[in-house]
């Protein structure tokens, strides 16, 4: 008797114990995940043999934590994230007796958004990030000071001569911890001379420390719902903001995305690597409610019918894996091999 299945008996016995079992699967998480994690959801619905998952978003810190939290019905079955679990994050998941499985599902595009009443900002990753970071240094280059830039015109004349406002997701969210790992770290403190320079001399080699964003009122946390930063570029056309491509996609009628290094995101630009703000897409699978919980292996199977070049994920905005890729997960849908430390390092 394998270990997996003895877990799944020992699991199944004391959920079908308690007073209420439930029986559908239970998702939270990333909110760039969750419209996609909803199309797969009411796919599966669809079928009377099962019920329609229950996504929630929430951030992928949520979902990574959730899933992570312990084994049983109150706990959720899987976790959508846009930024990798961290070893501190697998590290609680193994605190708490928990093994997931990470599956890929696609890849997304980081876009810096505001309304097409504007005009459209053509800008450099570097400065972006230079204009979003807490600290910067001084003008001596000799030491970190608060972000003193109040207008994009401040970085480079060509710019707009308007106030820096952008509206973007809060610390839960793994598309801020992409962004600011992405443009803040690597895009500016990793390029610029004097910043890495002063990183190296405070102990911070790799940048990390230029993750912090900016608490000025220059960067606006707007909660996890993308939607309402789109209704703010709309109300608002001289301030930006920061969310997934799918939601460009989705609202391309209205709002605009910069253009970053002379790169826009589009669907081909994201795919192939050109455009550099990017990042996959995932979510993690409690490997003790599988087979207890109905309908979990068949949510899985479901993403791999709809996550092709031409299936309704990519129609909703979602960058496709290659064929390999897609394979691989496929493989670790049915293997459920369980994620380790080393695997992200």
Known sequence: MSFRFLTAVIISFVMTTTAVARDYVSISGSSTVFPFATIVAEKLGQNPAFKTPVVESGGSSVGKKSVCDGTGTQFTDIGNASSRMKVKELEYCEGNGVAVTEIKVGYDGIVLANSKKAPLLKISRADLGKALTAEVPDVSGTSWVPN????????????????????????TSGTRASFAELINQKSYCGNDKVAKALSAERGDKKGKKCRAMRTDGAYIEAGEQDNLIVQKLKEDPSSFGIFGFSYLDQNSDTVQSAELDGVSPTFEAIGSGKYKASRALYFYVKHAHVGVVPGIEEYMTEWTKHWGDDGFLADAGMIPMSKVERKEMMDRMNDLPALKKDDLK
Request: net charge neutral; glycine share 4%.
């Open 148 to 171: 003193p830039y109040q207008k994009w015109s401040d970085l480079n004349p060509t710019y707009p001569d308007i106030t820096i406002r952008v509206y973007g997701p809060p610390t």
